[in-house]
C-alpha cells in the first residue's frame, strides 16, 4: 500500500536553531512532494514542492527540502527556526496512478520555543 | 484575493440531520476537493472534481455527495448526518490537471455532530 510517514508527532526546537521536521514515503512510480504549513485554526499553506532536478528545494519563509530517492525521504528543514514558525506541518506525495489524488502524512507539530 | 472561501465555519448537527457545505474559489482553478481532518490522521479525501461536470470518489466518500456546481463551485452534502462525520472540513482547489501543482485550501469548516 502507498504511504506516507512522518515518524514524529511532535518536534521541539529552541529558536534560533536549526530544525528537520521528516517524512518517508512509499509510492509506486516518480512521485512529486509537497510540504504545506497548518497555523491553528486555518487552512494549510503550500511551502515548497519537489518535482524534478536539484534534490535541495527552497520554498517560502526560509524553508527547505531535501529530496533522496535512494531513502525515499523529502525532510524539511530550516537553518534558524522562529518562534512564529510554530505549527503543524503536513508532507504530502502525489499518488503513484492519479494526477488528482495525494497520500497525506499524519502531521508533525512543530513547537518553537523561546 | 480571496482565494477559496468555505462556508459555513462552524456548524452543529444532530444525528440524522442534513446539511451542505458550500465553497467557492475566484482563481479559476480546474480541479475541487474536499478533504476531511481528523487528529493524527492527516488529510483523507472524501471527493474530488477533475474539471467542471465531473466528480469522483475519494478515499473516504461514504455517508458524503458532492456538486461541481460551475467551474467556481464545488459543494459537499451531508445527507444524514453521523457522530462518525464529526471533524473539519477542507475545501481546495488546483490550476491544472498536472500532478505538479499545489494545492490552495479554504479555512475550514468545523462540524460537530451530537
Known amino acids: 500500500a502507498q504511504s506516507v510517514a512522518q515518524p514524529e508527532d511532535q518536534v521541539n526546537v529552541a529558536e534560533g536553531n536549526p530544525l528537520t521536521v521528516k517524512c518517508t514515503y512509499s509510492?509506486?512510480?516518480?512521485?512529486?512532494l509537497f510540504w504545506y504549513v497548518q497555523y491553528p485554526n486555518r487552512g494549510l499553506q503550500f511551502l515548497l514542492k519537489?518535482?524534478?532536478?536539484d534534490n535541495l528545494v527552497k520554498g517560502s519563509y526560509g524553508f527547505e527540502a531535501e529530496f533522496n530517492k535512494s531513502q525515499t525521504s523529502f525532510h524539511l528543514k530550516k537553518p534558524s527556526a522562529l518562534v512564529s514558525d510554530s505549527a503543524l506541518y503536513f508532507c504530502?506525495?502525489?499518488?503513484?496512478?492519479?494526477?488528482?489524488?495525494?497520500?497525506w502524512g499524519a502531521g508533525t507539530k512543530l513547537i518553537i520555543k523561546p | 484575493n480571496a482565494g477559496v472561501t468555505q462556508t459555513p465555519k462552524f456548524q452543529v448537527l444532530k444525528t440524522g440531520q442534513s446539511m451542505t457545505l458550500q465553497c467557492a474559489q475566484d482563481m479559476n482553478h480546474n480541479s475541487m476537493y474536499w478533504y476531511r481532518q481528523d487528529p493524527g490522521m492527516g488529510l483523507r479525501l472524501i471527493y474530488y472534481s477533475a474539471s467542471e461536470g465531473t466528480t469522483d470518489k475519494g478515499e473516504v466518500p461514504n455517508g458524503y455527495n458532492v456538486s461541481r456546481l460551475n467551474k467556481r463551485e464545488f459543494s459537499l452534502r451531508l445527507e444524514s448526518a453521523a457522530p462518525s462525520q464529526t471533524s473539519v472540513y477542507f475545501c481546495a482547489s488546483r490550476l491544472g490537471r498536472g500532478r505538479s501543482t499545489e494545492a490552495f485550501f479554504g479555512q475550514g469548516t468545523r462540524l460537530t455532530v451530537v
Open positions: 509510492v509506486s512510480g516518480n512521485p512529486y
Open positions: 504530502a506525495v502525489t499518488k503513484g496512478d492519479s494526477n488528482y489524488q495525494l497520500i
Open positions: 519537489y518535482i524534478t532536478g
